[in-house]
């Protein structure tokens, strides 16, 4: 089993951060091929990476009903197993297929509150095929925690190192 080291990263800047456990998520996802075993691993990398973070987890586009999202593999408090695609942060991803920031999630309009200390949003849909099948979903206990050193890294987590589906 590929073991994640994480002694030494608190020193290091949040860029040093993604540029370091990128490769390592690479080589964790490229010795299992279950997409559940995966997420899980890539959810425990970040949480326990980011200080930051407060909850951290995929959402699919539930294939039986499209239009609502299932909660997958996470790391934090409970939360909400169902949301509707179109509403809240995790929904308006969904439609717009692009990354959405929430830097204060009392001013979203429609955000769903899973956990209550939740303060800023991060969002970034998974696209297949032109269609949006799960989101990453990160939670801070912060407002405007997410800039876009944490987009341009979390893209490419999702996009370039993780084959989801
Ligand atoms: N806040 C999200 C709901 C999911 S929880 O944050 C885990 C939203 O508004 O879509």
């Known amino acids: 089993m590929n073991k994640i080291d994480f002694s030494g990263l608190e020193k290091l800047s949040k860029e040093e951060k993604y540029k370091t456990i ?5 080589s964790l996802v490229q010795g299992e091929k279950n997409l559940i075993a995966n997420l899980a691993n890539v ?20 294939p039986e009903s ?13 939360a909400c197993a169902r949301l509707k695609t179109g509403s809240g942060v995790c929904g308006t991803a969904v439609i717009k297929k692009e990354t959405i920031v929430a830097e204060d999630v ?10 209550a200390d939740s303060r800023s949003e ?7 095929n032109g ?3 799960a989101v990453l979903d990160i939670d801070s206990g912060s407002y405007s925690a997410f800039d876009k050193e944490d987009r341009k890294y979390l893209e490419e987590i999702i996009n370039n190192v993780i084959n989801i589906f």
Do not use: M, R
């Open 122 to 128: 991060i969002v970034v849909p998974v696209i297949k």
């Open 22 to 26: 990128i490769p390592q998520i690479s």
């Open 66 to 78: 499209k239009s609502e999202l299932v909660v997958g593999p996470f790391q934090g408090k409970v």
């Open 106 to 115: 009392n001013a979203f309009p429609g955000h769903i509150f899973c956990d």
């Open 131 to 133: 269609e949006v099948v």
């Open 43 to 62: 959810v425990s990398v970040l949480k326990y990476t980011f200080d930051y973070y407060l909850w951290v987890g995929f959402y699919f586009v539930d």
